[in-house]
């Protein structure tokens, strides 16, 4: 049985495809049933056909002249850099908090987290995170 949160229609190679996301049943863990947050995923991914998660931005967008504005990932990120090192250079490292969440709701979790993690705290050396729904980075 598939249930609605686990079919959806998505836009794949140009063209939209049928995507069901069913549970493992030889999975041990969970004796092959579907999780509150993994039986959604289907639903959690972006369809012009079924509506579903239209809010979500796809670019970035950046406040300028009093409103949102759509802008390249390069001009938004050389943006984040140069404040980034504003932050740190006018003040010190201990200025620059950042906020991220590492949970694994729809697909995501460790294995998206991995690369801010070390961005973060190997290559930018930051001492304070916030993480959206604990105090502390660990694991839930």
Not at 48 to 70: A, E, F, H, I, K
Not at 96 to 124: I, P, Q, R
Request: glycine letters at 8%; a negative charge; aromatic letters at 8%.
């Amino acid at each position: 049985w598939i249930a609605p949160s686990m079919y959806n229609v998505v836009r794949q190679d140009g063209r939209d495809v049928h995507l069901a996301v069913v549970p493992d049943h030889e999975c041990e863990v969970n004796s092959g049933l579907g999780s509150v947050r993994g039986a959604r995923m289907a639903e959690n991914r972006p369809s012009y056909v079924t509506g579903t998660q239209q809010q979500r931005l796809s670019d970035p967008m950046m406040w300028r002249n009093g409103v949102w504005q759509p802008t390249s990932w390069d001009d938004a990120l050389d943006l984040v850099a140069r404040v980034t090192a504003k932050v740190v250079t006018q003040g010190s490292e201990d200025d620059l908090v950042v906020s991220m969440f590492d949970h694994g709701g729809s697909a995501g979790g460790y294995e998206n987290t991995w690369a801010t993690g070390k961005l973060y705290f190997d290559s930018m050396k930051v001492k304070n995170c916030r993480i959206h729904n604990r105090p502390a980075y660990n694991s839930e």
